[in-house]
């Protein structure tokens, strides 16, 4: 098994391991794993892609989602590709953020150069130019710290994917 990972400054990492096993050999032993009795993770499983999400009664905000996706190399042999990253709706919300905020920051920019070209009074454009990418920073680390929150939580799921991969077929 060869695998590689991308660093850890990645709020959202990923990872990518071959398998002597084929794509469909791996996807019967995660359906049977995560239909087990004693299995607690929720998931969906659809052709190639598999989601794995945390249990309901130990989901928060900062709860990881493991998406792993199983690519057909010959017919005895597979890549695994896994992104760990926070649920859709955490995703999109903090996306829009950032849009929200690279919009502002521009229109912003463009009122405080024409407030300026007009010697109008331009402190209060001047001062969202300087504060919005200090809230960017801000909204960098809240990230940084979500991801810090559910890390447990990412090493569980790891650790339940190795274990389904390592298992005997």
Known sequence: MNTEKN???YLRPRFKMDYNLSQQKIITKFKE?????????CSKIADGHIVIDVPKNEDHFWSPQLNI???????????????F???PQVWTLFMFIH???AFAFIAFSIMAYVQWTLKANN????????LLPILW???YFLGR???KRGHRQMDELFNFMMKTLEEKY
């Open 7 to 9: 660093k850890d400054i």
């Open 33 to 41: 794993n995560l239909r087990h009795k004693n299995c607690k993770y």
């Open 69 to 83: 996706e199983i690519v057909e190399g010959t017919k005895e042999s597979s890549i695994v590709k896994g992104l």
């Open 85 to 87: 990253g926070p649920k």
């Open 99 to 101: 849009f929200v905020m």
């Open 123 to 130: 402190s209060f454009a001047l001062w969202m130019v300087y």
């Open 137 to 139: 920073i801000i909204m």
């Open 145 to 147: 710290l979500g991801k």
